[in-house]
Each structure stands twice: as structure tokens, then as C-alpha cells.
């Protein structure tokens, strides 16, 4: 049997320690199916509902093992599908690489069915980026693409003609006439140094040891060096605001952990912000720069793996290039170990605080569910080496402030893309990366209805993920996001009757259960976790439950007040759960 172009792929792809390929077939890639069907016993292909999702997975892969994560897609309508995914990856820094299918290379440029050139419209989202037109060009060109997304910490795209990925392995059409040959590369990646300068370790160590009242804001890019932010923020005696994306860098019930800032953040975090006179920012590129120091209230330091980002939120005096692990623990002999604990213990103490009132708002006395009892059923009955992920809006708030990291425990969601939909494919591809660890998806009304039918892939490939829908109905994120631009609602709420998705669960032999009473909650959580295979949790939640800030600003109170002045349709029940809300706290 002749050895085609798509063994040669698939092959490499193997070299580089790939086992698993998310994806959907179509006749633009059948010669690649043909390769991973020669190598079934090598690489799986996991076949998705929605090229979409198989992007989400690509990507939720690299974020949970670090190893590249890959995709495949059809020409045309297939590998458009991919994009919003493959975003997640390029924003992110999530090495993964697409593969995707083109017309055959005589038809090019006529018009012909689907003919998309999907090379060009990758160009915005991709490190490497290559039609690949001749045989001979593989297997070097792979090598050169995961190179590329290793390094640059991004997107690599191959688009293959349906005549190439069939041709001959060997073969090369054309007469050679330059001065080279196809580069025999090698399926091995060097990454940089992890270690910063000397020089700028010294200066950062100075900077540091001057704090009086120091701040660390941690991110994923932190996510493991957990043992070494926990050592430097002893030394320094300094609070660690973490960052959405990096919630689980160090235990939420340290006593160093003050939460996140932002409006996903907490009362200590915010305060910390304005208070500190040093920021060490470790392993983030924190976009939301009304929620850092004011230039000039702080020094600030950073540890920060790229240097193009190095620097580029606010004025900063000691930037360090190098990987977080690796730099804390080459820094941490140099620093002066601070013998006044008392910036440490005033935010240690409102967070004691800021912890009693989110627990008084975690409550089954509520009705309709307050979601933050939803999201505290879950946190209660998991496993301390869970993994929960979770898609955009509301519900990110909730898991924010309500999902505790503790063990092992992770969290990931679409973090500077903050798109919908990716908490189920998320779920997926984590669980099928760790078959012995819980995997729950915490995910939105809106969110889920988006790739509901990846449900049905879960139980397909008997993967127990668990998935539990905050369920309010609604466009929750931007209905408060209207508000708080000083205008009503609009066009946010979906119309009834409201879905029940356990009745899909069910459909696709899964655990499903709708729950509207809170008394029901507890338990319906804890059988979906307890059960063999893929379960769901349907929740009604309250739909007016503002996901309030940890600390509300003056401009914020008034554009809301404004909001509903104007006319806001369900203003008296938004009302009604606020009081209560606070009347919850108090009674604490």
C-alpha cells in the first residue's frame, strides 16, 4: 500500500507526542481521515458535533497537560467553524495547531465549491500559517509549525489540498532549481532559558525588599509555581491577588489569598490595589488597568515570560524576563525576609470578612435558588482534585467567588476572549486528558443552548464529565452590563417556556435533573457527581441576582439608579434581592 502525504503528517504528529486529534470530517480532509485511520492504534480521533468545539478542546488540552493541543476541520464552512476557538488559543497563549482541509491545488482560484482560502483569512489568529502545495514539504513544515506554537505560545495552521494529502509520501512534482532540498528537520522543541538576568533579579530584589506594604498579583502563567509564590509572598509578607485566569495559583484559603480584583473581584483585593505601594506581577498581562495602581502610587515589578508584554499595562520599573517557577526560585535568595506582619494580618482579617459575607449569601432559604448556593452545592460535594470549568457571563462570577481552590483543585475558562460556550468542550477534552479526575462544567442557559450536542459527544466517547447550567434564562452578564451603563435592559431575556436541558441529558443516556425548589439542590448535585457517566443539573436560578463588584464605586451606584429611573422592567424583584441580599450579611 503507498505510503500517502497524510501518514506523513499524521506520523509526525506522533514523533511529537500527540495522541489525540479533536475533530469532524468532510470531504476536504478525507485523505487526512485515511492517515489517522492507518494509525488508529497511534493517535485517536475524536470525533465532535461542531468544529467549534473541537477548537475549544485543542485549546482546553494545551491549557491542562502544557502539551500542544490539535484540531481538524474540513475546507470552507469547517474550518471557519474553528476560528472562535482557535481565538481562545491566540488570546490566551495556548500552543495548539489547526489542520484543515483545502480544494485540490487544480482548482484553486476558480470559484470552485467551498473554495475558501482558509490561509489567508488565518492570518490574524496565527503564529505560522502555511498552504502546503507540494509532497515534499512534509514532514519538515510540522516540525516548523509546533515549533512556533511551542515558542510563541499561539496558533499554527496547516491547510492541505484534498490532491496532496493523497499523493505519494515521497514524491516531489517539480524539477528543483534552486540551490536547497526540503530541510530535514527533527520533531524536537528547546524552550528558552526560564531563568531572568542577574542583573535584573538584583534589581527587582531591591525593589522588593523596600516595600512596605507590598502587593503580588499572580496569573496563569503562574499556575505552577504555586510552592514558589507561596515562599515569596511569605519573604515579603505580602497579600496575592490572583487573577481569574489564575485562581488556582495558590489555595483560596491561604493566608496570604485575598481574591481577585476587577468586577469578578473581591472587597480585600480591590482595597489592596489602592493601598499597596509595590506590585509584583507575576505570570499575567492583567488588561483591566482601571483596576491596577494609579502610575505613580506603586513600583511595580514583573515576571513576565514574553517581552513584548513585559511592561505594557502601567509604568514599570523591573521587568524580568523568565518563567515564573524558575525566576521566584532563582529570587527568593534575595530577599530580606519582612518582620512586620501587619499589612499581611489587615488583609488576612477582611478576608475573614469578605469570606463570612459571601457564606451568608450561600443559603437554600432563597427562592428561587440564589446561584451562589448553586455554585456552593458544588464546591461542597466535589473532590479536592476536581477540575471545574467554566464558560463567560454571571456565572463566572459565582465561581469566582464561590469554587474554592483547595488540593489539587483547578479552574480554567476563556480568559482574555471571554467567549460563550466553552465550558462544556473544555470539560471534554479535560476529562478525556484525566480519566481519573473529576471534571465539572459550570455553565449558563445561554452558554450550554450554544453546543448542547457536545453533551452528546461526552456520553459517545463515555466521558463522565458533569455538567451543571445556572439556568436564569437570560443573557445575565449583559443585562448588568446594560444596567450599569445607566440604561434599562433589553433584548436580554429569552422568552418561555424556559428550556430544561436534563430532558436532553436524558435523551442522550446521561444523568438529567431540573431542579427549580433549593431544598431539591444539595441532593441532585450530589447524585450527578456520585453517577457512572456523563450527569446534569439543571438549575432555575433567580434571574435578578446582581453580580454586584466587591467594592462598589459612586459613578457605578448612580449609573444603576439611572438604570432604573429609565423604565427598568423587573426593577422591584432586582430590589427585593438586593435587600435580601444584605439583610443576609447582616444576619450573619
Known amino acids: ?40 492504534d497511534r493517535v485517536r480521533f475524536l470525533l465532535v458535533h461542531h468544529e467549534e468545539a473541537a477548537a475549544f478542546m485543542a485549546t482546553a488540552h494545551a491549557k491542562a497537560t ?39 491545488t487544480s482548482v484553486l482560484g476558480t470559484g470552485y465549491q467551498q473554495e475558501v482560502h482558509l490561509d489567508r483569512l488565518y492570518e490574524d489568529v496565527t503564529e505560522y500559517n502555511l498552504l502546503i502545495d507540494n509532497p515534499a514539504q512534509l514532514p519538515g513544515v510540522v516540525d516548523l509549525a509546533i515549533r512556533a506554537a511551542y515558542a510563541r505560545r499561539g496558533v499554527a495552521h496547516l491547510t ?25 528537520t527533527a520533531p524536537i522543541y528547546l524552550s528558552a532559558p526560564g531563568v531572568p538576568r542577574q542583573e535584573d533579579l538584583e534589581a527587582a530584589a531591591s525593589v522588593l525588599n523596600a516595600a512596605a506594604r507590598p502587593a503580588i498579583l499572580a496569573g496563569a502563567g503562574a499556575l505552577h509555581a504555586r510552592r514558589e509564590v507561596l ?42 490595589v489602592e493601598d499597596c505601594d509595590t506590585l509584583f506581577m507575576i505570570g499575567t498581562n492583567f488588561p483591566y488597568t482601571k483596576h491596577l495602581p494609579e ?9 513576565e515570560a514574553d517581552p513584548i508584554r513585559a511592561g505594557v499595562r502601567m509604568p514599570t520599573e523591573v521587568p524580568m524576563i523568565g518563567d515564573a517557577k524558575q525566576g521566584l526560585a532563582a529570587l527568593l535568595p534575595l530577599l530580606e525576609r519582612n518582620g512586620d506582619r501587619g499589612h499581611l494580618a489587615k488583609y488576612a482579617k477582611a478576608m475573614d470578612r469578605w469570606r463570612a459575607d459571601m457564606a451568608a449569601l450561600r443559603t437554600p432559604d432563597r427562592d428561587p435558588i440564589a446561584p451562589q448556593y448553586l455554585m ?65 462544567a459550570f455553565v449558563g442557559d445561554g452558554g450550554f443552548a ?36 445607566g440604561y434599562p435592559e433589553h433584548g436580554v431575556r429569552f422568552a418561555e417556556p424556559a428550556a430544561d436541558f436534563s430532558a436532553w441529558a436524558r435523551s442522550c443516556g446521561g444523568y438529567g435533573r431540573k431542579v427549580s425548589d433549593p431544598r431539591d439542590l444539595a441532593e441532585a448535585v450530589g447524585e450527578a457527581l456520585a453517577h457512572d457517566g456523563p450527569a446534569l ?45 444584605k439583610i443576609s450579611q447582616m444576619g450573619r
Open 1 to 40: 500500500m503507498t505510503r500517502i502525504v497524510a501518514e506523513s503528517l499524521i506520523e509526525r504528529l506522533v514523533a511529537w507526542g500527540v495522541d489525540t486529534v479533536f475533530g469532524l470530517p468532510g470531504d476536504g480532509i478525507n485523505g487526512i481521515m485515511e492517515g489517522l485511520r492507518r494509525h488508529r
Open 66 to 104: 502544557g502539551q500542544i493541543g490539535v484540531c481538524l476541520a474540513t475546507s470552507g464552512p469547517g474550518g471557519i467553524h474553528l476560528l472562535n476557538g482557535l481565538y481562545d488559543a491566540k488570546l490566551d497563549h495556548q500552543p495548539v495547531l489547526a489542520i484543515t482541509g483545502m480544494q485540490e
Open 160 to 184: 492541505i489540498p484534498n490532491d496532496v494529502q493523497v499523493a505519494d509520501a515521497h514524491e516531489d512534482p517539480y524539477p528543483g532549481v534552486a540551490p536547497a532540498r526540503p530541510p530535514a
Open 231 to 272: 515562599a515569596v509572598a511569605d519573604v515579603l509578607g505580602a497579600p496575592v491577588i490572583k487573577t481569574l485566569p489564575g485562581k488556582a495559583v495558590i489555595p483560596d484559603d491561604s493566608p496570604f489569598a485575598v481574591g481577585g480584583i476587577g468586577l469578578l473581584g473581591t472587597r480585600p483585593g480591590e482595597e489592596l
Open 295 to 303: 502610575p505613580g502610587q506603586a513600583r511595580v515589578v514583573q515576571l
Open 376 to 440: 456552593a452545592c458544588v464546591d461542597e460535594a466535589a473532590t479536592d482534585e476536581a477540575i471545574l470549568t467554566c464558560d463567560s457571563g454571571t456565572i463566572a462570577t459565582w465561581a469566582a467567588r464561590h469554587w474554592t481552590i483547595r488540593g489539587e483543585r483547578g479552574f480554567y475558562l476563556s480568559g482574555n476572549l471571554a467567549t460563550m460556550a466553552p465550558g462544556l468542550p473544555y470539560a471534554i477534552a479535560m476529562q478525556h486528558a484525566f480519566p481519573g479526575r473529576q471534571v465539572i
Open 450 to 485: 450554544m453546543l448542547m450536542a457536545e453533551f452528546l459527544t461526552a456520553a459517545q466517547h463515555r466521558l463522565p464529565i458533569k455538567v451543571i447550567v445556572n439556568n436564569n434564562n437570560a443573557l445575565g452578564q449583559i443585562l448588568w452590563e446594560q444596567m450599569v451603563l
Open 537 to 581: 443539573v439543571d438549575a432555575d436560578v433567580n434571574p435578578d441576582e446582581p453580580p454586584m463588584p466587591g467594592k462598589v464605586t459612586y459613578e457605578q451606584a448612580k449609573k444603576f439608579a439611572e438604570a432604573f429611573m429609565k423604565g427598568q422592567p423587573h426593577k422591584a424583584s432586582i430590589a427585593t434581592t438586593l435587600f435580601k441580599d
